[in-house]
T-cell receptor, first 112, second 111 residues
Framework: DQQVKQNSPSLSVQEGRISILNCDYT??????FLWYKKYPAEGPTFLIS?????DKNEDGRFTVFLNKSAKHLSLHIVPSQPGDSAVYFC???????????FGTGTRLKVLA | EADIYQTPRYLVIGTGKKITLECSQT?????MYWYQQDPGMELHLIHY???????EKGDLSSESTVSRIRTEHFPLTLESARPSHTSQYLC??????????FGQGTRLTVV
């Protein structure tokens, strides 16, 4: 049973436009959500996180939105740059467990 | 920048060999994790540790074992490698309920 789902395996966006990556979760105990960026043969790099007490967190070009009632979060990258091309993973954690559950990832391609 | 290191980065080894994948962190994090990832798939948690002498199996069953004798060190061992163990192994650490930092990973190929 997959608790964190990223239903879009890939996304292509023009340079300068907005990239929107989506993530859904099923476990209502999750209270901390993270986005990671990953290149092949490397470890994931932390991008941004959000606690369940918030509905938005912003860091430069990256903004994460959380909709608890829909159990949905999204990562917005604006403006998108060719260097943003990578696989993006959504992850979630429940307080008290300290385990991070990952989605299957979305491959983002930013076209120059 | 995260200070978590994995060695080796790449390993090709024959079936039946014993291997140990090393993971060390210098951040003093109490929690450490091992994930396994196959191409195009999610990261699966195979082991985690909440502190010294504490280890637990993750959500994905694995034939590997781990130990946590020192806070900074969390090695993973396969007693007898098989081709089905071919994968990328990712080590991570975290402090309480915050983000986890990952090492660069070990890509293991068993022939």
């Amino acid at each position: 049973d997959q608790q964190v789902k990223q239903n879009s395996p890939s996304l292509s966006v023009q340079e300068g436009r907005i990239s929107i990556l989506n993530c859904d979760y099923t476990n209502s105990m999750f209270d901390y959500f993270l986005w990671y960026k990953k290149y092949p043969a490397e470890g994931p790099t932390f991008l941004i996180s959000i606690s369940s007490i918030k509905d938005k967190n912003e860091d430069g070009r990256f903004t994460v939105f959380l909709n608890k009632s829909a159990k949905h979060l999204s990562l917005h990258i604006v403006p998108s740059q060719p260097g943003d091309s990578a696989v993006y993973f959504c992850a979630a954690s429940a307080r008290g467990t300290y385990k991070y559950i990952f989605g299957t990832g979305t491959r983002l391609k930013v076209l120059a | 920048e995260a200070d978590i290191y994995q060695t080796p980065r790449y390993l090709v080894i024959g079936t039946g060999k014993k291997i140990t994948l090393e993971c060390s962190q210098t951040m003093g994090h109490d929690k450490m994790y091992w994930y396994q990832q196959d191409p195009g798939m999610e990261l699966h948690l195979i082991h985690y540790s909440y502190g010294v002498n504490s280890t637990e199996k993750g959500d994905l069953s694995s034939e590997s074992t781990v130990s946590r004798i020192r806070t900074e060190h969390f090695p993973l061992t396969l007693e007898s490698a098989r081709p089905s163990h071919t994968s990328q192994y990712l080590c991570a650490s975290s402090h309480s309920h915050t983000e986890a930092f990952f090492g660069q990973g070990t890509r293991l190929t068993v022939v």
